[in-house]
């Protein structure tokens, strides 16, 4: 358990669905991000919210939504998806002062059909 | 271009024996370094965190060393278990151009343990 959870653990979804992942931290921290594990790519980052508002977006598709609707609570809604972004989203969270730990959630598997 | 290298891409090893893994990033003004480690199919977890200016952590059997003006960190694991087996990823935080929350991430080094 680290702190950070993420539900759902494994989804499949078709290319016209809209999904929605969903995390949560009980850290107390104020900064959270989502980030997008790939076979092909390193880890990279996707969003980063702080304080409730976004202030990153890594030139990610519109497809991809975030919503931060409380310092503890962060989504990744999923809108018109292509098989190339199956991969494992990764949720994450850290106080926003700079030089501190960055904890990272189990991860949604998504497979785009 | 910041970019982090880790190598070797793979290793497998008996247990009992000492491990170095390496990892090397291309701009020397970087924030803080941290290593994790990933098993099949889960997140990241958190092993150590090197802030700049220092020069090694160390928890248990785990020791990472910077040096940054070289641009490498290794993690150092002593007395290798299977328990051990598992991916580590090295992440660093760049001073220059870099948002909060945004490590750039090597490959990863996966890393086998056998009995």
């Known amino acids: 358990e680290t702190g950070v959870t993420q539900t759902p653990r494994h989804l499949v979804m078709g290319m016209t669905n809209k999904k929605s992942l969903k995390c949560e931290q009980h850290l107390g921290h104020n900064a959270m991000y989502w980030y997008k594990q790939s076979a092909k790519k390193p880890l990279e980052l996707m969003f980063v919210y702080s304080l409730e508002e976004r202030v990153e977006n890594n030139s990610v598709p519109s497809r991809f939504s975030p919503e931060c609707p409380n310092s503890s609570h962060l989504f990744l809604h999923l809108h018109t998806l292509q098989p190339e972004d199956s991969a494992l989203y990764l949720c994450?969270?850290?106080?926003?002062?700079?030089?501190?730990?960055?904890?990272f959630g189990e991860g949604s598997w998504l497979t785009v059909v | 271009k910041q970019e982090v290298t880790q190598i070797p891409a793979a290793l497998s090893v008996p247990e009992g024996e000492n491990l170095v893994l390496n990892c090397s990033f291309t701009?020397?003004?970087?924030?803080?370094l941290q290593w994790f480690r990933q098993d099949p199919g889960k997140g990241l977890t958190s092993l150590l965190l090197i802030q700049s200016s220092q020069r090694e952590q160390t928890s248990g059997r785990l020791n990472a060393s910077l040096d940054k003006s070289s641009g490498r960190s290794t993690l150092y694991i002593a007395a290798s278990q299977p328990g051990d087996s598992a991916t580590y990823l090295c992440?660093?935080?760049?001073?220059?151009?870099?948002?909060?929350?945004?490590?750039?991430f090597g490959r990863g080094t996966q890393l086998t343990v056998w009995p």
């Open positions: 992440a660093v935080k760049f001073d220059r151009g870099s948002t909060l929350g945004r490590l750039y």
């Open positions: 701009d020397s003004a970087i924030y803080n």
């Open positions: 994450a969270s850290s106080h926003r002062e700079a030089g501190n730990t960055i904890y």
